[in-house]
């Protein structure tokens, strides 16, 4: 049972690293956008991060179901598309908390690094939940 459990983690580690990648790049565009809406144009921290948040969920969508997973561009597509945007919401809460408590609420970090602490603690329960529920993929297969 062991074996077996590690052969499948160094199975799943060329998608979890592809999902790395995917992630990051949208996370890269998910700060410059969030930082324009946030301190060029003002507009409020929570909807900022929300409007950048959404913008990651489209790009790690597309990116992952196409280059981390392989789907078959019609295959399941809406399903799987609400699947990961009902674990994203899950997630953007996350992400929103953290930023609501370390940065607005407590002032122990600057919003960008409650940010980027929150994303963290996002992209852990991203993976699993995507690998395992939306794109039957990964270790727990």
């Not at 062991?2 to 998910?30: C, Q, T, W, Y």
């Not at 597509?77 to 009902?86: I, K, R």
Request: charged share 15%; glycine share 6%; aromatic share 20%.
């Amino acid at each position: 049972m062991p074996n077996r459990v590690i052969l499948e983690f160094l199975e799943s580690l060329p998608n979890a690293l592809k999902f790395s990648v995917v992630g990051g790049s949208a996370f890269i565009i998910d700060l410059i956008l969030t930082f324009f809406l946030k301190d060029v144009i003002k507009v409020k921290p929570i909807l900022s991060n929300s409007i950048g948040f959404v913008t990651g969920i489209l790009l790690r969508f597309f990116g992952n179901r196409y280059w981390t997973f392989h789907q078959d561009p019609m295959d399941n597509f809406w399903q799987d598309f609400f699947q990961y945007a009902g674990i994203e919401s899950a997630g953007l809460l996350i992400v929103n908390f953290a930023v609501w408590q370390l940065a607005q609420k407590r002032k122990i970090v600057s919003f960008f690094w409650a940010k980027v602490i929150g994303m963290s603690v996002f992209y852990l329960y991203n993976y699993s939940m995507n690998a395992v529920v939306t794109f039957n993929r990964g270790v727990f297969e």
